[in-house]
């Protein structure tokens, strides 16, 4: 993984500025030619972004095993905000507010945060192919998890299950991050390696719980650590949306100091961005965003990956446009994948991953390609 670039020797806060300028102002250009929609108004991409998303979500909860009219849909939503009755069968008003619309909500709210996070993670170590799982919080929530199915799965339900994963998650982040250190300041290679290697090593604990588990409890972890928002519920949703919606306003706050931090510390310094604190915040905020996700859809991979690539090849590198473009985009990307998950094989439904890995892996095989083996 590459390091944050730096000058090779210090000058005036001047010339940075003005090297900074020039930098810049090539690399719009640049931008503008190579991603077609780079130029679009911001609050134009946006509103067109928010209503795919709106859409896509609406065909998501009519369809299914069993199929509802979009009609029908909109009747039974528009009733409950009102908090009339609706006037379609109780089955319907059933499959469509209680079981269908919170799953879609889920998968959007994951979609969302997985996104962000990688590209906040990508920004903070400068390399595009870092994302919510190159600091191993996917093993350490699994791992979590794991530990709750296997040893007392019964007694503590699903809540211990997500309580453990999330605290997995969390604590593989501080682990992590002190191992990320060296002479108290985060080096990203460093963060990026010690993930990797932490990653590994709670991935062997996870497998050797696997090996003890019964036939039943094995079934239950593989589909879990595979990715799934089949137990969305509306008492669900309420934690993850105020986490999701916390972390995305204030990462969006930070969209000028990403592009900096893309400059090289010593530049970003000069600029007057505190580097240190700022590569601590929006780290914290990442691993807090991701091990929620986790912690209620299970190991979800490639979306942090896929998602910020696309809207950099569509939409150009300034993160100001990237951050609010990826939140939508991962959302209507994964509610789209849960709507495949649950119908390609009805009556069964496969876990989110099968699916994510098999559109991302391609993907970036291309963009290996495209790219001639420079990402």
């Known amino acids: 993984m590459p390091a944050i670039a730096t000058a090779s020797s210090p000058r005036a806060p001047g ?11 090539r690399g719009s250009r640049s ?24 859409a896509v979500m609406l065909v998501s909860v009519s369809a299914g095993s069993v199929t ?19 006037g379609v069968g109780f089955t319907v008003d059933q499959i469509v507010w209680n079981y269908r619309l919170p799953r879609v909500f889920l998968a959007a709210l994951c979609g969302c ?35 709750v199915m296997v040893s007392a799965g019964a007694a503590l339900g699903d809540v211990g299950v997500s309580t453990a994963a999330f605290l997995g998650a969390i604590l593989t982040a501080a ?59 509306w008492e669900r949703l309420g934690p993850v949306t105020a986490v999701v919606l916390f972390v995305v ?44 996700l986790i912690a209620v859809a299970g190991g979800i991979g490639f979306v942090g990956l896929m998602i910020p690539h696309l809207v950099r090849l569509s939409c150009g590198m300034d993160h100001r446009r990237l951050l609010p473009l990826s939140a939508l ?17 009805a009556p069964d439904e496969l876990p989110l991953g099968i699916f994510t890995a098999v559109f991302g892996a391609p993907f970036f095989l291309w963009l290996l390609r495209r790219d001639g083996g420079r990402t």
């Open 249 to 292: 306003a204030v990462v969006l706050a930070f969209g000028r100091r990403l592009n900096v931090l893309g400059t090289g510390d010593e530049q970003a310094t000069a600029l007057g961005v505190d580097v240190r604190t700022t590569r601590i915040l929006l780290l914290v905020l990442a691993s807090l965003l991701t091990g929620t």
């Open 113 to 147: 945060g997985l996104a962000v996070s990688g590209v906040i993670l990508q920004a903070l170590v400068n390399n595009p192919l870092a994302d919510p799982y190159v600091l191993g919080l996917s093993s350490g929530a699994s791992l979590g998890a794991v530990t």
């Open 175 to 233: 682990v992590v991050f002190v191992l990320g250190q060296h002479r108290g300041t985060v080096v990203p290679t460093r963060l990026v390696l010690a993930g990797v290697a932490v990653g590994y090593l709670l991935l062997a604990a996870t497998n050797y719980l696997q090996l003890r588990a019964t036939p039943n409890e094995l079934r239950a972890v593989m589909f879990w650590t595979m990715g799934s928002v089949a137990g969305a519920s």
């Open 68 to 86: 509802v009219s979009l009609a029908d849909t909109g009747r039974v939503i528009f009733a409950h905000v009102g908090g009339k009755t609706p």
């Open 15 to 25: 010339s940075a500025l003005q090297r900074l300028g020039s930098r810049l102002s």
């Open 31 to 54: 931008n503008r030619t190579r991603a077609p929609f780079a130029g679009t108004p911001l609050p134009v991409a946006i509103a067109v972004s928010a209503g795919v998303l709106c």
């Open 329 to 345: 985009l991962g959302g209507t990307y994964l509610v789209a994948v849960d709507l495949l998950s649950r119908t390609v094989g």
